[in-house]
């Protein structure tokens, strides 16, 4: 049986990290916000979109040259992320010390055998991968593949950072024996020659096939989730993203079984396809799937709520 999990900003909001609607906020906040992306940003939100659809049109007139404030836009980001990465390394991970390393953060994310991620923050690398990650007995280690690491980033803030890498165009590869840590849209500490790799936006899955490393990483999600007897945990993912959403359910018919955390539970994908009005088929395709879900946050399960904790650990068991 494998053992996956996917990951979105619900994830890191239960370590203070910053949803879709915040984000909106915090670039209004900006001191170096420009009014065109300021009325971009209301734009979208006046048609009921997030601040990714602001970013999407600002690139689709960067592609036509005018790339200013697309440019300005990705530095406000890196600046964003950075603040996020600030607070959380001054935080613990676990959410209750505790002698019972059975309960910690830590020991549930190493049992895994893949790590998926739709976030491009850097708390598992901060914490996890390195303060909080103990290798035996499963694993010797772990890998965030197709990437080298770069001397000097323009985006790179004092305090406590995290080292900038830079994506590799080919070569990839897959060390044995170690945890892997696979982020679906790119990383916030991601450069290449034409700034940060981060996917947002509404072309995703365009965006996502231009990039060797990023198709090579969609593939490997498509072929694990698929793959004989999968397992999937999905925590804190909205169903927002249709390239997605897509792969899940060729995961479903391929016999995957799925189990969700989320605060609205099952009603996260189901809500989402309604108001969306998405013809992805996500409620009919997913009911036969579906072995669970939890609607508590990570904070009380992994610290008082011992009942909560036992229905996400049957996950592994059945």
Avoid at 120 to 139: C, I, N, S
Avoid at 216 to 224: A, H, I, N, P, V
């Amino acid at each position: 049986m494998t053992h996956i999990l996917l990951t979105g900003a619900g994830f890191s909001r239960n370590w203070g990290l910053w949803l879709a609607d915040e984000v909106f906020e915090y670039l209004l906040a900006d001191s170096q916000i420009t009014p065109p992306i300021r009325n971009e940003l209301w734009r979208a939100k006046s048609a009921g979109e997030n601040y990714e659809h602001a970013i999407q049109r600002l690139r689709d007139r960067a592609l036509q040259g005018d790339d200013k404030d697309y440019r300005h836009m990705l530095t406000m980001l890196g600046g964003m992320f950075n603040a996020m990465k600030n607070s959380f390394s001054a935080q613990g991970f676990e959410f209750e010390r505790t002698n019972d390393v059975s309960r910690t953060v830590s020991t549930f994310l190493r049992r895994f055998d893949w790590i998926f991620t739709l976030n491009q923050d850097t708390l598992l690398e901060y914490h996890y991968f390195v303060r909080g990650f103990m290798a035996p007995p499963k694993w010797s280690g772990f890998t965030i593949p197709g990437l080298e690491p770069i001397s000097i980033s323009p985006y790179q803030s004092a305090g406590p950072s995290v080292e900038p890498l830079r994506p590799k165009t080919s070569g990839f590869s897959l060390p044995a024996g170690v945890q892997p840590y696979i982020k679906l849209h790119g990383s916030h500490n991601w450069l290449t020659d034409t700034g940060l790799m981060l996917i947002t936006g509404g072309n995703k899955k365009t965006d996502i096939s231009d990039s060797p490393l990023l198709a090579w990483y969609s593939t490997l999600l498509e072929q694990q989730l698929c793959s004989p007897h999968a397992r999937l945990m999905i925590i804190g993912y909205g169903f927002g993203d249709d390239h997605i959403n897509e792969v899940i359910l060729r995961a479903a018919k391929a016999g995957a079984k799925i189990f969700i955390i989320d605060l609205l539970g099952v009603d996260a994908f189901y809500r989402r396809e309604i108001s969306q009005k998405s013809k992805v088929g996500l409620h009919y395709g997913l009911i036969e799937s579906i072995i669970g879900a939890s609607r508590r946050p990570l904070g009380s399960t992994f610290s008082t709520d011992t009942v909560e904790m036992h229905k996400i650990l049957q996950f592994f068991e059945r």
